[in-house]
């Protein structure tokens, strides 16, 4: 059986341990899926990432924090940052791989066995999401290969044009 499961959807609906918010570096909330789990997960998610950017000042692109859900079924909100696409030159791929990775080791961490991720830095950061979609399944593969722990791990898609690159990549 297989640990990768794609739907269409709503992720901040989702009963799972956490679902990944694709943030932005000040972590204070934004637009698009930022701005629903925000919404859904009331004050306390945003009261949390107030104290992490308190603390260390934010999230650079590539790495990832952990709050919790607030009021969402999932327990925790893992908010990780994804680069903004310049054309491809600067590094963009192997940030976005890293968000993917280092939100997964956060999970581990955490002891997180169900986890949901977005189309991450397809939105208004725009990344293409043909090349955003094979990043996101290639490096969730390598990272199941070697870590047992999670039990699964979904790719929760927005809109149809995300969805069906998805399922043609998983399938």
Same mark, same amino acid.
């Given at each position: 059986?297989?640990?990768?499961?794609?739907?269409?959807?709503?992720?901040?609906?989702?009963e799972v341990d956490a679902i990944v918010n694709a943030a932005n570096s000040s972590l204070m909330g934004?637009?698009?899926?930022?701005?629903?789990? *925000?919404?859904?997960?009331?004050?306390?998610?945003?009261?949390?990432?107030?104290?992490?950017?308190?603390?260390?000042?934010?999230?650079? @692109?590539?790495? +990832?924090?952990?709050?919790?859900?607030?009021?969402?079924?999932?327990?925790?909100?893992? *908010?990780?940052?994804?680069?903004?696409?310049?054309?491809?030159?600067?590094?963009?791929?192997?940030?976005?791989?890293?968000?993917?990775?280092?939100?997964?080791?956060?999970?581990?961490?955490?002891?997180?066995?169900?986890?949901? /991720? @977005?189309?991450?830095?397809?939105?208004?950061?725009? /990344?293409?999401?043909?090349?955003?979609?094979?990043? +996101?399944?290639?490096?969730?593969?390598?990272?199941?290969?070697?870590?047992?722990?999670?039990?699964?791990?979904? /790719?929760?898609?927005?809109?149809?044009?995300? /969805?069906?690159?998805?399922?043609?990549?998983?399938l």
């Amino acid at each position: 059986m297989s640990r990768i499961e794609l739907i269409k959807g709503d992720i901040t609906k989702l009963e799972v341990d956490a679902i990944v918010n694709a943030a932005n570096s000040s972590l204070m909330g934004g637009g698009g899926v930022d701005g629903a789990i *925000h919404r859904a997960g009331g004050p306390a998610i945003l009261e949390a990432c107030s104290a992490i950017r308190n603390a260390q000042g934010g999230c650079p @692109p590539g790495e +990832a924090v952990i709050t919790t859900g607030g009021k969402l079924a999932a327990k925790f909100v893992i *908010h990780t940052v994804g680069p903004v696409w310049n054309g491809g030159g600067k590094d963009e791929e192997r940030i976005l791989g890293n968000a993917y990775r280092n939100s997964l080791k956060l999970a581990v961490d955490n002891r997180i066995r169900t986890i949901a /991720f @977005p189309n991450i830095s397809t939105g208004i950061y725009g /990344f293409p999401k043909d090349k955003a979609a094979v990043i +996101a399944i290639n490096t969730v593969k390598d990272f199941l290969e070697t870590d047992f722990s999670i039990e699964k791990v979904v /790719f929760c898609c927005y809109d149809q044009e995300n /969805f069906d690159l998805y399922s043609t990549l998983i399938l």
